[in-house]
DNA sequence: TATGAATGAGTCTTCATTCAT
DNA sequence: CATGAATGAAGACTCATTCAT
């Protein structure tokens, strides 16, 4: 019931046909979200028996946990690439190429995305904790090594809980990335547009809030008029 | 189909049994969502019928549309409250004020809010471009004023889109409010915790960074070439 | 359970809204047969409360036998009208009044008819053989009693069986009036149209030939030839 | 919505096990009708679970339709064998073939028959409509042509409409067929009772009257004026 | 007497899972 | 190892009937 077999039936497959298996199931999934997902959609469009799905992944959570670690996998290594780049000379060029090619790359892998917001705002999916800790851990982490780089670098204000900072700009990230997949989030801001160009400046502003802040000057004195 | 008769039956009822069948049914839908939500359940908890669920609200979607409705109007006056509130001489406090009465409000109605962010990052909610779209239009309208009115008094850059800042303050307030809710998303940053000086604490540091920014200083000439 | 009570309640309802409750129940049976009925619908339409019916009739089945005597109460005056109408002169001129009578009068009374053909075609309503029995006889009674009037006036063969004529007379007179009723039954042949001479006109052809048979000539040399 | 596969579930079945679930399905569906025919007493009855009809036809109205096109197969073939029959010499003896073969037909499938008639007369069946459609035709062509070819050797009168012809033709045998099955509809004429020779004799003076008509002589200047 | 809220058995339907072939 | 038929618990929903008010 936990592993499928020591032996494990699925990874002998023809790599074609897993792949099939991964995607169509992926679809499903970020379609309906764990529980309205039905194995009887996925083995009717793949034209296989039910059964066999059994056999490969032993259940529905069996199947849910090997999907997500293989999207998991696809996503890693592009997002490993964003992260050790040449770094650009500053960090709000940093910040905004960060979320241009987050944008790019959630836009060119649309499924997974979906199914990882399902994972994070809803709470019953199976081994949700276990999944979820780690890439969040990850994704935060990043951000503060980023926010952190740049103090050191001088450009981020010393007295920044990194932490916070990573916070925010996660909060912004995600919800972007959520409002150009969902209309309805986006509600005419822009960033569900099919204008590139459009959509390229709506992230640009927010990642100038990020870096500027709201404020015309600070009220407590803590930064120098000019 | 058949409606229940003109004069709803669920309205008639005592009114500390209206509260039940609500809570219980506030309860369901939070924790499992609409479609994994059981009427079952519900009904098991509440001790009555499962027949009388439907004499009142004719189906399970009828059920979710009244209490998803009656749980904004449970909200609506308390957040109008904070909206019309006496304002704070500048733009940071009012900013803050905001955070920390919705905090509040969000942890004493946890279970409105648990509902409302499902209903924003799942798909497949019946009705929910329906409910969604009251909603949020009045969410980052009321940002986009706070936003406005900040800019008139010169307290918020002026060459700031409002609706991007709005955009990004109501991605930081729901994630906030999210992750106080639910510790895998907090990660230990402490907007979960149960120390209150601590998560007012973190909050005014979100609220930080969205007035100054993050940056020590505005670079002005690095908009990007390519 | 059986008779609702001694003192009947509906009995005492102003006429008017006697009338309009058996009204909406008939619609409500002849649309949907007897188990496929709702006293819900009907009670909707009506305005009144459920507990009403039954305060009434005792139950769905009491409603049931109730409307149905009292529908053959509104039919049989007719019908007798018909039946002891001054006689015209011969046999053929006498079916053919009774056909276009009886169609004119099903299709002022479709509901009533419809209900009827229920009655006779589906095996589970409850009473069927009490309420059933009663008007058959009498219906075939009648055309047993016109053909026999005829044979002693000469005007139909003795040889024949007076009960084999009336049930091809009340075949062919039922079907027809379910045809026009019902224009799947009709397949094109004319009575379902809402042209009245063309109705009449088949009626018509109908009656030809159950007065003069198909054939051009007797086989058995029992007819004269001419 | 999901259908059960390309290759259908229960053709695969073991034949046996095949015929058992349409017989007992036909006997539900001929003793309530479709909407009060109930799956949990087919099943109940099979001794299979309740999922298993669903495997195999999708929903009531596919076991239904699946059901009803079986039955017209089973009848198609011997029906067949009638029209295309070696013709008797005269118009008359075909008429009495028909009816008596019919009717010993109707007897040795007494459930399909039942159904069938159900569904003429039963206005709520799903897909009634393309049912009946493609029977009826076939019914109503078949006597057409039986009249046209005895119009033909002049064995019928040519005055004939022949569309009337076969009007009253199938009234008179579909009632027939009905009393033999009922005997509330037969009312003492003698179709249901268990003498096969008296049940003969019953057909044949329906036959009769077909052919010679009612009348001593046809009248000929009688048409209505009015 | 009229009302209509409460009931619960019954409806069709879905689906993950098992297991004999 | 793949198959897909069998399962049965659970789902939403309907409805005639009862009974306290």
Redesign the pocket.
């Known amino acids: 019931?936990d592993t499928p077999?020591p032996?494990n039936?699925?990874d002998?497959?023809p790599s074609e046909k897993r792949q099939r298996v991964l995607e169509e199931s992926l679809q499903e999934f970020a379609e309906h979200g764990y529980?309205?997902?039905?194995?009887?959609?996925?083995v009717g469009r793949l034209?296989?028996?039910?059964?066999?799905?059994?056999?490969?992944f032993?259940?529905?959570?069996?199947?849910f946990k090997h999907l997500f670690k293989s999207a998991l996998d696809q996503i890693k290594a592009p997002l490993r690439a964003i992260r050790d780049a040449e770094e650009p000379k500053d960090f709000g060029a940093r910040l905004r190429l960060i979320f241009s090619t987050s944008a790019a790359f959630a836009r060119s892998h649309a499924l997974i995305w979906r199914l990882y917001r399902r994972l994070i705002h809803q709470e019953d999916f199976p081994l949700r904790g276990m999944l979820l800790g780690e890439v969040r851990a990850e994704a935060l982490t990043f951000f503060r090594e980023v926010v952190e780089a740049a103090q050191k670098r001088g450009e981020v204000r010393l007295d920044l809980d990194p932490q916070a900072a990573a916070f925010v700009i996660e909060s912004c990230l995600d919800r972007a990335l959520a409002a150009q997949d969902q209309p309805l989030l986006d509600a005419d801001f822009g960033l569900s547009s099919s204008n590139e160009a459009l959509r390229q400046a709506r992230l640009d502003a927010l990642v100038d809030i990020l870096r500027q802040g709201l404020q015309t000057a600070p009220t407590q004195g803590d930064r120098p008029h000019d």
Not at 35 to 42: E, F, P, V
Not at 47 to 56: C, P, R
Not at 58 to 63: D, I, M, P, Y
């Open positions: 019931m077999t032996t039936t699925f002998k497959l529980h309205q997902a039905s194995i009887n959609r996925i034209g296989i028996a039910k059964g066999s799905v059994f056999q490969y032993g259940s529905k959570e069996g199947l």
